[in-house]
């Protein structure tokens, strides 16, 4: 079965600095897009950043200039890092991965999204 597992959220003070990771894993032919998104409390859920196969990204202006999409295919991973972290960006960040798989002898493609992680920027 394809699950995509975030981590590498945590506590961090206004200035501070965070690498999430995502990994896919199960009956994964292939990843296409993938995307990391955040919701705060009472908030909708919200694009952070995207990046295709081929390594083209694009950001959310709040992300522009801190934040940092990378890939990882071999080990199929999407990556965050997060510089210059401010209070407003404390949410549960989420991966969203464009999934081709195997089922019953066909192949699908579909979203899979992960579980969320926590971060926290205390000021």
């Known amino acids: 079965q394809v699950q995509v597992v975030e981590s590498g959220g945590g506590l961090v003070q206004a200035g501070g600095s965070l690498r999430l990771s995502c990994v896919g894993s199960?009956?994964?032919?292939?990843?296409?897009?993938m995307a990391w998104y955040r919701q705060a409390p009472g908030n909708q859920r919200e694009l952070v950043a995207t990046i295709t196969r081929n390594g083209i990204t694009n950001y959310s202006e709040f992300a522009k200039g801190r934040f940092t999409i990378s890939r990882d295919n071999a080990k199929k991973a999407v990556y965050l890092q997060m510089r210059m972290l401010q209070p407003e960006d404390t949410a549960v960040y989420y991966c969203?991965?464009?999934?081709?798989?195997?089922?019953?002898?066909?192949?699908?493609?579909?979203?899979?999204w992960g579980q969320g992680t926590q971060v926290t920027v205390s000021s």
């Open positions: 199960g009956s994964i032919i292939v990843i296409n897009d």
């Open positions: 969203k991965a464009d999934i081709s798989d195997l089922i019953s002898g066909r192949i699908r493609r579909l979203d899979y």
